[in-house]
Nanobody
Framework: QAQLLESGGRLVQPGDSLTLTCVAS????????LGWFRQAPGKEREFVAA????????YVTASVKGRFIVSRNNTKKSAHLQMNNLRPEDTATYCC????????????WGQGTQVTVSS
């Protein structure tokens, strides 16, 4: 069964750091690009970051560059999104996704984890 499960989302204050984790079933992890997306209320889903199947290539969108770091642990079949210096505008539901190729065409999606940045 293809499954992506995110965790780590919570309420934090501006300037805080938070790391999200996505654990994947092996059939949609090995050989797949892992990506992170977010969707704020009333807004469209936005691409945030991606890491290639080997972890050798990463990409983060301009709005979070310098603050967010994406990585993966192929032994644990997990991907991580380290978020630093969080801002209220980072508030959203964050989802991970997997897909073939680089850049990926994402085929599989998790349910998401909520991140709220508020004082």
């Amino acid at each position: 069964q293809a499954q992506l499960l995110e965790s780590g989302g919570r309420l934090v204050q501006p300037g805080d750091s938070l790391t999200l984790t996505c654990v994947a079933s092996e059939n949609i992890f090995k050989g797949y690009t892992l990506g992170w997306f977010r969707q704020a209320p009333g807004k469209e889903r936005e691409f945030v970051a991606a890491v290639s199947e080997t972890g050798g290539s990463t990409y983060v969108t301009a709005s979070v560059k310098g603050r967010f770091i994406v990585s993966r642990n192929n032994t644990k079949k997990s991907a991580h999104l380290q978020m630093n210096n969080l801002r209220p505008e980072d508030t959203a539901t964050y989802c991970c996704a997997s897909g073939r190729l680089w850049p990926a065409s994402y085929e599989h999606w998790g349910q998401g984890t909520q991140v709220t940045v508020s004082s």
